[in-house]
């Protein structure tokens, strides 16, 4: 039987009506605290973002991103309203996916710490020919258009249609180097995935 036909004291906890999730009267929510506790045990990769608006290049770290479709190809990722490069990034048309390796941490810092200028040394970044800021070490970047946004309690959801990839090809010694290993974010500490990792 379809849940709108349920009598009310039969629904579930959540329901969704007309597309919206309603939660249930009753219903406890977490403390910001215990949700980030829940997850601190759940490691994530780390990507660098950039884009321009037209005000200047902005960039920002996040491991919330992750492929959703592969035909058509669409990645998705989440900001925070208090972050500086927010309003740039919901402004712009196309941004850069940057997916690193542990070789790149300093340009995972880069991009996590504030009130800096991310963009002042000139000799790691430079723009595509369609005009997007990008780090040229990065293990692999995607360009792509925005096509979807979501606001999500403190954050905005973007969903991003990629439009082009750079990545080593397999068999290609920088696919193979250490610094090519994933940077991974783990209980507020940058890892390293390799070989040693393995569990099987």
Request: without cysteine; proline residues 8%.
């Amino acid at each position: 039987m379809p849940v709108h036909d349920l009598p009310a004291a039969e629904e579930p906890d959540d329901v969704v009506h007309a597309g919206t999730l309603l939660p249930h009267p009753t219903a406890k929510y977490l403390s910001a605290d215990e949700f980030k506790a829940a997850f601190r045990n759940h490691p994530a990769g780390v990507a660098v973002i950039t884009a321009d608006a037209g005000d200047g290049p902005v960039a920002l770290t996040a491991t919330s991103v992750f492929s959703v479709s592969a035909e058509p190809p669409l990645l998705v990722f989440s900001i925070s309203d208090l972050s500086s490069s927010t309003p740039t990034i919901r402004k712009a048309d196309t941004v850069v996916v940057h997916l690193l390796g542990a070789g790149q941490l300093d340009i995972a810092k880069l991009g996590a710490t504030s009130g800096i200028d991310r963009f002042a040394d000139t000799s790691i970044w430079t723009r595509l020919p369609t005009g997007e800021p990008y780090f040229p070490a990065a293990h692999a970047w995607i360009r792509g258009r925005i096509v979807n946004k979501m606001e999500a309690g403190n954050s905005t959801v973007v969903a991003v249609e990629a439009l082009e990839a750079k990545a080593p090809a397999a068999g290609d010694p920088a696919a193979d180097a250490a610094e090519a290993q994933p940077l991974v974010y783990h209980n507020r500490t940058w890892h390293r995935l390799s070989e040693d990792s393995k569990i099987s």
